[in-house]
């Protein structure tokens, strides 16, 4: 079968999952934010798989992007089509002001730097209650149901304005791959100073890269913000749930593919949302015990994702045709 | 003599951050692994401690070589099953098999004591010294002085012992230190159990002035890093250094900026040492 119609394949499925769940239900608004965090994985991807830096803060950019819409709209009345383009800005300036220090670091000191910034905006968004109201969270105002507002009254549209952000990212995640910045990350990520004596300019592709990442990253803020209509500065910039989450949904995937953010979503999120379902009522603590269990149990035995299942299941295949 | 006061307060804590924070650095500087997981062992500690003192009326200072003895099993166990298999991996495989376990045990530790924080009472811990305007307190007076009982006996394990000399080889060249006829594994085993049982030995000296709870090992993540990266990662003197400067960083800080802002200060202070200076202040020597 040829790629291009699996591909379409996916995307039809894709299409028609929406419609079938029940619209006021539990599981369309699992499936939303299952579009959601795969493209924010997707998003993370291209710093983290591309340019082979674990970034352990992006949940900097989903903060400010989720703030940055919401407080256009309260304020000022301007939509979130609008806000989202103000996001894109706003976090790609927080991607440049976190690039500078951290850029030249590698591996353990990437991570924990960028884990650090993250935080630095919790806690300035905690503090900074006369603009984000502080720890006792914002609510999104209500506007009249339209597109045009980005409102709406039942969770389908937000399903698939998701799905369309996860088509969009992967796109600009593919094409960048693809194009001569993506081979430039390609030779940085295999030695950064043989890459460096050929003449790339490591430093602009590193934060070129960041920059486009932090401003996706950021436009999903305002989706989810629009979705979840009530946030707090402990849910965006949370560094469990939010940046580590990404870059784990990435990995698990598989790290550096395009398909990779997106195995690992459909695998993390429903995952949580069952064992939410069938363990909360029996102890606090332990649907996370087990999902922090399974996290072990698929980094022993996948350490390079998901991915490798299906290079080990078409080579096994393509052995049988041979 | 506010000031004064707060560096005297600052380097009696920042000695039992230095001893919390040695395991960290000496798993590092042993097999490159950097364990976000580390920070659970002071709540495995902790709770060691917790137990001994409301079930057997020990001293939770006096308990300590109880939560050191729990943890280093624990890490005896972690490594070899474990932690051992993702020594080769790609980075990213190691820092999330860490990740996984430090989601296992804060939850682990909800499911068995839930979510209520806990504390001790013992006679000294209202008490102080007072050296003219001074006051030192006792519990911080009796928490670093464990910290320098445990970091000389650390000194002298690794510099005299065979296992310790051992270990720096295996640090320095595991496959030369191999032909020695020294089991690299059995090493690693030892430097993670050591690492870990260090860090819980931090956490039951400090109980007599902190509150437990699954949680609290989250309050020390930053913290632990701080230290380790200010005294260059995989240094063991420079996590003493580092554990100082923490201590006296965070009570100067609560000087002049509101509590809340109190952990903003020490973030931007790693993440300067980090820009600046990445190998630590003290220079990375093994």
Same mark, same amino acid.
């Given at each position: 079968?040829?790629?291009?119609?699996?591909?379409?394949?996916?995307?039809?499925?894709?299409?028609?999952?929406?419609?079938? +769940?029940?619209?006021?239900?539990?599981?369309?608004?699992?499936?939303?934010?299952?579009?959601?965090?795969?493209?924010?994985?997707?998003?993370?991807?291209? %710093?983290?798989?591309?340019?082979? @830096?674990? !970034?352990?803060?992006?949940?900097?950019?989903?903060?400010?992007?989720?703030?940055?819409?919401?407080?256009? +709209?309260?304020?000022?009345?301007?939509?979130?089509?609008?806000?989202?383009?103000?996001?894109?800005?706003?976090?790609?300036?927080?991607?440049?002001? *976190?690039?500078?220090?951290?850029?030249?670091?590698e591996g353990h000191y990437?991570a924990?730097?960028?884990?650090?910034?993250?935080?630095?905006?919790?806690?300035?968004?905690?503090?900074?209650?006369?603009?984000?109201?502080?720890?006792?969270?914002? !609510?999104?105002?209500?506007?009249?149901? !339209?597109?045009?507002?980005?409102?709406?009254?039942?969770?389908?549209?937000?399903?698939?304005?998701?799905?369309?952000?996860?088509?969009?990212?992967?796109?600009?995640?593919?094409?960048?791959?693809?194009?001569?910045?993506?081979?430039?990350? @390609?030779?940085?990520?295999?030695?950064?100073?043989?890459?460096? %004596?050929?003449?790339?300019?490591?430093?602009?592709?590193? +934060?070129?890269?960041?920059?486009?990442?932090?401003? +996706?990253?950021?436009?999903?803020?305002?989706?989810?913000?629009?979705?979840?209509?009530?946030?707090?500065?402990?849910?965006?910039?949370?560094?469990?749930? *939010?940046? *580590?989450? %990404?870059?784990? *949904?990435?990995?698990?995937?598989?790290?550096?593919?395009?398909?990779?953010?997106?195995?690992?979503?459909?695998?993390?999120?429903?995952?949580?949302?069952?064992?939410?379902?069938?363990?909360?009522?029996?102890?606090?603590?332990?649907?996370?015990?087990?999902?922090g269990l399974?996290l072990i149990i698929v980094i022993l035995w996948r350490p390079r994702?998901?991915?490798?299942?299906?290079?080990?299941?078409?080579?096994?295949?393509?052995?049988?045709?041979? | 003599?506010?000031?004064?006061?707060?560096?005297?307060?600052?380097?009696?804590?920042?000695?039992?951050?230095a001893v919390i924070s040695i395991g960290l650095t000496l798993v590092y500087g042993v097999m490159g692994i950097v364990n976000f997981a580390q920070a659970e062992f002071v709540?495995i500690g902790?709770?060691v401690?917790?137990?001994?003192?409301?079930?057997? &009326?020990?001293?939770?200072? #006096?308990?300590a070589p109880l939560s050191f003895a729990v943890a280093f099993v624990i890490g005896w166990i972690l490594q070899g099953q474990l932690i051992a298999r993702v020594l080769k991996a790609p980075s990213v495989a190691q820092i999330f098999l860490t990740v996984g376990l430090l989601?296992v045990f804060?939850?682990g530790?909800?499911?068995?004591?839930?979510?209520?924080?806990?504390?001790?009472?013992?006679?000294?811990?209202?008490?102080?010294?007072?050296? &003219?305007?001074?006051?030192?307190?006792?519990?911080?007076?009796?928490?670093?002085?464990?910290?320098?009982i445990c970091g000389a006996a650390l000194w002298w394990f690794m510099r005299s012992s065979w296992f310790g000399r051992a270990m720096r080889a295996t640090a320095l060249n595991p496959s030369a230190a191999q032909l020695m006829g020294i089991d690299a594994g059995m090493m690693y085993r030892i430097a993670f159990a050591l690492g870990v049982g260090l860090t819980a030995f931090g956490g039951a000296?400090?109980?007599?002035?902190?509150?437990?709870?699954?949680?609290?090992?989250?309050?020390?993540?930053?913290?632990m890093f701080?230290v380790v990266?200010?005294g260059g990662l995989g240094s063991v003197a420079g996590a003493v250094?580092? &554990? #100082?400067?923490?201590?006296?960083?965070?009570?100067?800080?609560? #000087?002049?900026?509101?509590?809340?802002?109190?952990?903003?200060?020490?973030? #931007?202070?790693?993440?300067?040492?980090?820009?600046?200076?990445?190998q630590g202040?003290v220079g990375a020597s093994r």
């Amino acid at each position: 079968m040829k790629r291009w119609m699996i591909m379409l394949m996916v995307l039809a499925v894709a299409l028609l999952l929406p419609l079938s +769940l029940d619209p006021q239900g539990y599981w369309i608004r699992v499936l939303t934010f299952t579009f959601l965090f795969a493209a924010m994985a997707q998003a993370w991807n291209i %710093v983290g798989g591309l340019a082979n @830096q674990t !970034s352990l803060g992006h949940a900097a950019f989903f903060g400010i992007g989720a703030y940055t819409s919401t407080v256009l +709209l309260m304020k000022f009345g301007i939509s979130p089509w609008i806000g989202m383009i103000a996001a894109a800005g706003l976090g790609g300036v927080a991607a440049f002001a *976190i690039a500078i220090p951290t850029m030249r670091l590698e591996g353990h000191y990437f991570a924990l730097a960028t884990l650090a910034f993250g935080e630095v905006l919790r806690v300035v968004a905690n503090v900074w209650t006369s603009v984000t109201g502080g720890s006792s969270g914002i !609510s999104v105002p209500f506007s009249p149901p !339209s597109l045009a507002n980005y409102s709406f009254k039942l969770l389908r549209p937000h399903a698939y304005i998701a799905l369309a952000a996860l088509v969009i990212v992967t796109a600009i995640f593919e094409a960048i791959r693809r194009s001569a910045m993506g081979y430039r990350l @390609q030779a940085i990520k295999e030695n950064a100073s043989a890459a460096e %004596v050929i003449g790339v300019d490591t430093t602009k592709i590193k +934060l070129q890269a960041a920059i486009i990442s932090g401003m +996706l990253m950021a436009m999903l803020g305002t989706l989810y913000a629009q979705v979840a209509v009530f946030f707090d500065p402990d849910t965006v910039f949370n560094a469990g749930s *939010i940046s *580590i989450r %990404v870059a784990l *949904i990435a990995i698990l995937g598989g790290v550096g593919t395009p398909v990779g953010p997106i195995l690992g979503a459909f695998f993390i999120i429903p995952l949580e949302e069952l064992m939410n379902d069938w363990f909360s009522a029996s102890a606090a603590g332990l649907s996370q015990f087990a999902f922090g269990l399974i996290l072990i149990i698929v980094i022993l035995w996948r350490p390079r994702g998901f991915v490798t299942l299906f290079k080990s299941f078409s080579a096994k295949v393509g052995r049988a045709h041979a | 003599m506010e000031f004064v006061q707060a560096i005297v307060d600052g380097l009696l804590i920042g000695g039992v951050y230095a001893v919390i924070s040695i395991g960290l650095t000496l798993v590092y500087g042993v097999m490159g692994i950097v364990n976000f997981a580390q920070a659970e062992f002071v709540m495995i500690g902790m709770f060691v401690a917790w137990f001994a003192w409301a079930w057997l &009326g020990i001293d939770p200072v #006096l308990a300590a070589p109880l939560s050191f003895a729990v943890a280093f099993v624990i890490g005896w166990i972690l490594q070899g099953q474990l932690i051992a298999r993702v020594l080769k991996a790609p980075s990213v495989a190691q820092i999330f098999l860490t990740v996984g376990l430090l989601i296992v045990f804060e939850n682990g530790a909800l499911m068995m004591f839930g979510s209520q924080f806990r504390s001790v009472t013992t006679p000294y811990q209202t008490m102080s010294l007072s050296l &003219g305007s001074l006051f030192i307190s006792l519990p911080y007076l009796i928490a670093f002085g464990m910290s320098l009982i445990c970091g000389a006996a650390l000194w002298w394990f690794m510099r005299s012992s065979w296992f310790g000399r051992a270990m720096r080889a295996t640090a320095l060249n595991p496959s030369a230190a191999q032909l020695m006829g020294i089991d690299a594994g059995m090493m690693y085993r030892i430097a993670f159990a050591l690492g870990v049982g260090l860090t819980a030995f931090g956490g039951a000296i400090i109980l007599p002035y902190a509150t437990v709870s699954p949680a609290v090992g989250g309050d020390y993540v930053i913290l632990m890093f701080t230290v380790v990266v200010l005294g260059g990662l995989g240094s063991v003197a420079g996590a003493v250094v580092g &554990g #100082l400067a923490v201590g006296v960083i965070q009570a100067l800080s609560a #000087l002049v900026f509101p509590i809340q802002l109190q952990n903003l200060i020490l973030f #931007l202070v790693f993440i300067a040492v980090l820009a600046v200076r990445p190998q630590g202040l003290v220079g990375a020597s093994r």
